[in-house]
Structures are given as C-alpha cells and as structure tokens.
C-alpha cells in the first residue's frame, strides 16, 4: 500500500474511533481529499455525504442516501433464512478502496441504530420521513413490509415488544451491520455488539443465540490490536459496556473483572466512607452517613473527551418534606467534599454503583450505599446519559420510601417529559448512552406506572398499562380494584384482533385455565417458553410437582437463560427427593445469577442428601460471599463445616451467629470439635486440630458468657482443658477444670425431678462421677483448709447424688436399676478415697 493510502486509511480509522465512542465534537476529515483517481470519485463521494450525517449527527440524511446514486451498486444474496448483500467491488485488490466500501455499509448500519436508539431509547422519538433511500434501494425487487421485519426480529415466536417504534431500523441495522467483512473495519463488531444488545431489550426473554452473538463480539473486540494500544477513552467505554452487557444476563463476576479494569483505567479507587451528621429537620444529636470517597492513583489532568456545552437536563427536585432534609447535613462539610469528577470518571462510578446494586442482596444498607453513589453523581452533572440514568435509580430505590416517594414519582414524570422535548439534540444525549444501561422510553412510562401504583393510584396506573399495551399489569391492576371480568374481556377483545401466545397465556393466567397455555404452546409451533412455564407454575402452584417438573424442562429446553424457572424446577425437584435434578438445576440457577444465596444455600443440601458434602461446603461458602447476613445460612454453614471436618470455620461460623443471632447453642457440634482437638485428629487440610485449642477456649469463653445453664457446655469446657497430660500437676489449670465440672453438676441437678427419670440419673451420676475424679486429681496438690474446702464440697454433692438415686432406683427395670448400682458403687469409693487425702 502506498503512504498516500496509509495515510487514508490512519484518517479512517481515527473517524470510526470517535464514531464509535461518540467524541465528534469539532471532527474534520480530509481523507481522500487529494485523490485525483477517478476510480475513487465515487465512493469518495459518497462516504463524505455520508461522514459528513454522522459528524454532524443526522442520521436522516445517512438514510436518505442511495448508493445508485454514487454508482455504487448492491448485490443480494439469500443465505440460509437471512437476507445477505455486498458491493460490486470493481477492484478488489485495491484495499483501501474495499475498505471504504465497508466502511459505507457500517456507517448506514450504525447510524440506523443510531435513529432507532434516538426514536426508542433517548428521544426525542419523532421521525421526519419514514422512507428511507437505503431500503427502498436494498429491496428493490422485494416487499419491505412490516409484518417481514416483525417476523425477522421475533425469536421462539414470542414476538417483540408492542411500543417499538420504527423496528425496520433496527432491521436495517443489523442487514447491514451484518453484512460488513469481519477483518476490513476496526468498530463493526463494535456496533454489531451493540445492535444486538439493543434487539435483546426489546424481546421479551433473554435469547440464548443473541447472547451467544454478544459473547463472541465482546472477546473479538476484547482481543483487538487497536483496542488495546491506543485510545483510552475507547478501551474505557468498552469496558465499562461490557460490564453491562453481563450484568443483563446476570454475570456479575465477568461484569466485575471489566469494571475493575475501567477502575484502572481512570486510575480511580472508590470506596465508602462515614462521617457525622443529621438526616432530618430535628434531629439533634448527629450519627455516621455514609459518602463516596475516592483515591486517585494518578495525577488528575484534564480530560480527553469534550463535551456540548449545549447541556440541558431535568432539574433534580427538592425533597418537600416535613421532616426529611433534602440531603444529610454533615457536621464537618470538609469531610465529604468530593472533587470534581471527569466525565470518565463520573460512568466509572456509574458502572460501579449498578454492580454494587446487581451484586448484593437487597436490604437497607444496601439501598443507602446505592443512594450515596446516586447523590455523588447528582452534584455534577456533566453528562446526559449517566445523569439520567441516576435520577432513574434514584426513583426506583425510593419507591417503597414513603416520605421519598412522592418526589420520585413527580421526579420521574419530569424525566419522560424531558425525553420527549428536542432539547438538548441527540448530539448530546448520545454520548455514553450505552454504556449506562439506558431503559427503553416506554419502560420508564412503566417505572412511573408502578410508582404510581405503589402510593395507591391504581387507576392512573392502569391508564399508562393501557397506553403501553402491557397486559399482565393490567390484570394487576383489574384484580386490584375487584374487576377481574374487566381483565378477561380486555384479553379477549385483544384476541379477537389477533392471536399470540402471550395473549393465551395471560387468559390463562385470569381465568386460571391451563387449556390456553396448552393452545398458545401450540400457536407457537412448541417455540413457546412462556406457555411451558405457565403450565409448569399451574401445577407447581397447587404442589403436584411430578406434574410440573416436566413443562419446566420443556421451557428451559428452548430458553436455558431463565433463573428464576431453574430454581422453581429445583424446588419441586427437592419436594419429590430427586435430588440429582435438583442439584442439576441449583447448578444451572448460580451460573446464571452467582450471587444468589438462596440457590447456593439449597445447592448445597442437595449435595448433602446425594453425599457430596465437600460440594456442599463450597457451595455455602459461595451463599455467605453473597449474603453475609443470613444466620440461617451461617447455621447450615457449621454444621457442613464440622461434618467435613473444617473446623477452623466452624469458630467462624459460630461467632458469626453470636454476633447475628446473640446466641446459638449446638451440645453435639461441640462434643465432635471438643473430641478432634483432645484426639488431635485432622482436619479437611490435614493439619492437626490440637492447633486450634486456643481457639476454641475463645469461643467457650464467649459462649459460657452468653449461655449459664447448659450442663454439657460447660462439661466440654471442662474437658477441653484436659487436652493432655500436663493439666495434672497445673495448679491453676486444674482449678480451672473443677470449676466448670462443678457448673455443669450443679446445672443438671437443678432439673427438678430428675431422680425419676433413668437417662437424667445416667446423666447426673456420669458428671457427678467425672467430678470425682478431677477433684481428687485437684485435691492430691492443695494444703491446708483450701483442701479441706474442696473436700467438703465433694463429699455434699456426691452424697446428695447417692441419697436421691438410691431413694428411687427402685422404680426402674432391672436392667437400668443394675446400670445405677455401679455407678452409685464407683461414686461410694471416691467418698472413701476423699476420706484418705
């Protein structure tokens, strides 16, 4: 290639880098500008129209474009079920002018996504002129009709969301971004990932051959040589996407090794932190809240990427409340003063928060850490996409708030409003858009729905269901106000228009009736996974699992990409004691969605019940890294831990449980722990478990503390004690170990009758014995009257023990009166070997 053409084609690659992360603020291009070549003219030509839309973000016009007219011409292919095309490439051995030809199909592909995103997902959604050049030119020879573009983008005959505006842009999109050559552009899969992600929100179930599509984009594109030696600001919107991408299908760990490396990137470290101050109006004294604090591992400069000034946005609204403040009002402001954060920086830490949010288990504290990354973004808005998409959590994790939601509710309207005006232009509102995880428009008119909903407005909820055709929040909504006939007629009436499985399936969810599921199953010529799972939740419902479990393998059969359907199917499968399967779909629940504990909590017993306990000890390990606050978990933990013979987590798990619980007592985990320390046997590592003797005094120490009255406890106390031979001649020691015998002795006598009973008699008569003979031990080393002391107090309670058995030893069996007889023989000769001390 000549330098002239390297040259050119450097220039082309710079305008597919800032294409594809959005940064054409101030783009010039003048590639090809001195081209004199008149083989060139043309598609030099009209890749300049074409640069020329893009640069100044008027997609319309890219779409207007026919290429007939440049004197470029298309050749259509069928492959398979798809419509394939390519150019007439007059040299093909000329590869900067292939190049520029592939170049021209990914431009037009990407920019009617581009007016597909703007009409769906960012606004403003109105479209000057629905024909476009490119299309009419494409299928020349060919109908363009609508139904053939519904048909194309429907997977499993589910269809596609009924509010999508415009989808033959997306069709275009993917024809064209399709039909690009893998190796001639740099950003194609780029796009191709993109455009795919876009098709998958708009279906109704996460498709299996679209993930799998976005999967093997993401390594291409992950494995590129330009990625990863030059742009920052491309590596960084990279990362940051896919961290997205994965979260939607519930891979968190992938999602967080990409947000870790957007986090190196920026050389940003975020953490939370805690300072004092007050939350209401009247509150007096001042408790720790939490901030986002950074650590910047590099010098702060200025940053790559320039932004419109042209910047307009919804206004954050006050907090009117009575008694909440609008924000917390710290007692020292310089403690959480936050720098000014560079717009790389600010999706840095918008990508951080969703992990956090998709990572942990709901709860209250989670909600506050989520809310202090929302506030750090709040106070600087420099960036549409992430701004939004933080009032938009923000609303969400307000609505069960009931002094917050009145705000999120009118905030949220202030949102949809604004999507909706043409202010700002696209030009800004496209910027990062994909890599916030931006709702679709009408799934935010369903956001506001539901917040409404929340505060008891049913009715202005189901109008906005109604406009948005969303079926089963209108029978929600039918059932709340008492009009479940209302909610049949509406399906019915929707039917009579026109049939599909999602209609059959939600008459069957009104009337209760599993004859429709089994009608839409076959409407859907058996590609249906709403309809198997529908029928399998008729019969999980009413707990005839045998019933059930085989429509939940047909559904997942056609769609494994449902977590939700697997656990249910491991359930039934635990209730039917097939544990096997249950294991199989426990398995399936925590690849799709690690950070389920409750999926790795019943894993686990699964293992167990199928004797795989060193499984089921992994598998609770993996339950606590997602919810570290269950006791339940903790407790199935331990006694795991103790079966299989760790017992450095059994301390762990136990004071975890104080700690959770405040209490929490196990006799028989102790005996075992007691018992592999006295014999030193090994553990799950093979290490000695002697090792841990000071250990487990900790724990006793912290238990008998909690716990006075357990009569075992403190025996096990007593014997851990014992652990060698070394105890005999320990003064200190062996006081040690009298004590806590004699506690244990005198817990189990304050039983109240416990003379009529054989086994507490057993009992009393083997502590009475055992503190016979540490006493004696204890009593051969004291001198004067510390040894007569001791030697009283063992005489009282061996003959209170004597007298009270013999009283009743009567009424026993006789083989049980005989056991009692030794026993009172053995505590007879420690009386009279005290008698000779």
């Known amino acids: 290639m000549s330098i002239e053409n390297k040259i050119s084609v450097k220039e082309l690659n710079e305008l597919e880098i800032k294409y594809v992360t959005g940064s054409l603020k101030n783009c010039k291009f003048s590639f090809l500008a001195d081209k004199t070549d008149e083989r060139y003219r043309n598609v030099q030509t009209a890749l300049c129209t074409i640069a020329e839309g893009i640069v100044n973000h008027d997609y319309q016009k890219v ?268 007692i020292d402001n310089d403690e959480n003063i936050v720098d000014d954060l560079l717009p790389e920086e600010q999706i840095v830490l918008l990508g951080f928060c969703l992990l956090t949010k998709r990572s ?217 004691e097939k544990y096997e399967l249950a294991a199989q779909a426990y398995r399936q629940v925590v690849s799709l969605d690690q950070d389920n504990f409750e999926a790795w909590n019943n894993l686990s017993n699964a293992y167990i019940k199928t004797k795989q306990k060193v499984r089921a000890w992994r598998s609770l390990q993996e339950a606590l890294k997602c919810n570290y606050e269950e006791w339940r978990v903790w407790e199935n933990f331990l006694l795991v831990s103790i079966d299989v013979g760790a017992f450095e987590d059994v301390f762990r798990a136990w004071h975890r449980l104080l700690d959770i619980k405040g209490k929490h007592q196990d006799s028989e985990i102790l005996e075992i722990l007691v018992n592999a320390i006295r014999n030193d046997l090994p553990d799950i590592n093979g290490s000695p478990a002697s090792r841990l003797k000071k250990r487990a005094l900790q724990l006793f120490g912290r238990l008998t503390s909690l716990i006075t009255t357990d009569s075992k406890v403190w025996e096990l106390y007593s014997l851990l004690l014992c652990t060698d031979e070394s105890f005999i001649s320990d003064k200190d020691t062996l006081e040690r170990i009298v004590q806590f015998q004699q506690k244990a002795f005198r817990c189990c006598i304050q039983k109240g009758q416990w003379e009529k009973e054989f086994s507490m008699c057993k009992e009393v008569s083997r502590i009475a014995l055992r503190l016979a003979e540490v006493s004696v031990l204890y009593v051969k080393i004291l001198e004067g009257n510390l040894k007569n002391q001791q030697k009283v107090s063992l005489k009282l309670a061996l003959q209170n023990v004597i007298c009270r058995i013999e009283k009743s030893v009567d009424n026993f069996q006789v083989s049980e009166k005989e056991e009692l007889k030794l026993s009172l023989t053995s505590m007879k000769n420690y009386l009279l070997d005290i008698e000779t001390l």
């Open 63 to 330: 779409l207007q474009i026919k290429l007939s007219d440049f004197e470029i011409n298309l050749v259509t292919s069928e492959c398979c079920e798809n419509e394939q095309f390519s150019f007439e490439n007059e040299f093909p051995d000329d590869e900067l002018y292939s190049y520029i030809l592939h170049m021209i199909i990914l431009f037009i592909g990407s920019s009617a996504l581009q007016e597909f995103v703007r009409c769906n997902m960012s606004g403003p959604s109105h479209l000057k002129n629905e024909e476009f050049g490119v299309s009419s030119e494409l299928f020349a020879n060919k109908n363009f009709s609508h139904s053939e573009v519904l048909q194309y983008l429907s997977k499993d005959k589910e269809g596609i969301d009924s509010n999508v505006l415009h989808p033959e842009l997306l069709y275009l999109s993917l024809l064209y971004l399709s039909s690009v050559s893998n190796n001639k552009c740099l950003t194609n899969k780029w796009w191709l990932l993109r455009c795919t992600l876009i098709h998958q929100f708009i279906l109704p179930e996460r498709d299996i051959l679209l993930h799998d599509t976005i999967t093997s984009c993401i390594k291409e594109i992950s494995e590129m040589d330009w990625l990863n030696s030059n742009d920052s600001i491309a590596k960084l919107m990279f990362y940051v996407e896919s961290s997205q991408i994965h979260l939607h299908y519930h891979e968190v760990v992938i999602a967080k090794k990409f947000i870790t490396e957007a986090q190196m990137l920026v050389g940003l470290d975020i953490e939370l932190s805690g300072a004092y101050g007050k939350r209401t109006q009247f509150q007096k004294k001042a408790v720790a809240q939490l901030f986002v604090k950074f650590k910047r591992n590099k010098t702060k400069q200025e940053s790559d990427i320039v932004l419109d000034s042209n910047f307009y946005c919804p206004f954050d609204l006050q907090l009117q409340d009575d008694t909440l403040l609008n924000k917390v009002a710290f």
């Open 360 to 576: 942990g288990s709901f709860d209250e504290l989670l909600q506050e850490e989520i809310l202090a990354y929302i506030n750090c973004l709040l106070t600087q808005p420099k960036v549409w996409s992430v701004y939004l998409k933080a009032l938009i959590m923000r609303c969400i994790a307000e609505k069960n708030n009931s002094r917050r939601v009145e705000r999120a509710i009118m905030q949220m309207e202030t949102i949809v409003d604004s999507i909706r005006k043409d202010s700002p232009p696209f030009s800004v509102r496209q910027f990062m858009l994909y890599a916030t995880a931006f709702p679709m428009y009408w799934i935010l008119e369903k956001e506001l729905a539901d917040l409404l909903l929340s505060v008891g407005a049913t009715k202005s909820a189901l109008e906005i269901y109604e406009r948005l055709q969303l079926w089963e929040d209108i029978i929600v909504c039918y059932q709340r106000l008492g009009r479940t006939m209302c909610a049949e007629k509406v399906i019915r009436e929707q039917l009579a228009e026109s049939e599909t499985p999602l209609l059959w399936c939600l008459l069957g969810d009104v009337t209760d009736n599993p004859e429709y599921y089994s009608k839409a199953w076959e409407l859907s010529e058996h590609r249906s996974t709403r309809s198997q799972r529908s029928l399998a939740y008729y019969y999980f419902k009413r707990k005839d699992y045998e019933k059930s479990i085989p429509f939940f393998l047909s559904s997942l059969e056609i769609n494994h990409l449902q977590p939700d359907v697997w656990f249910s199917l491991g359930y039934a499968a635990t209730q039917l």
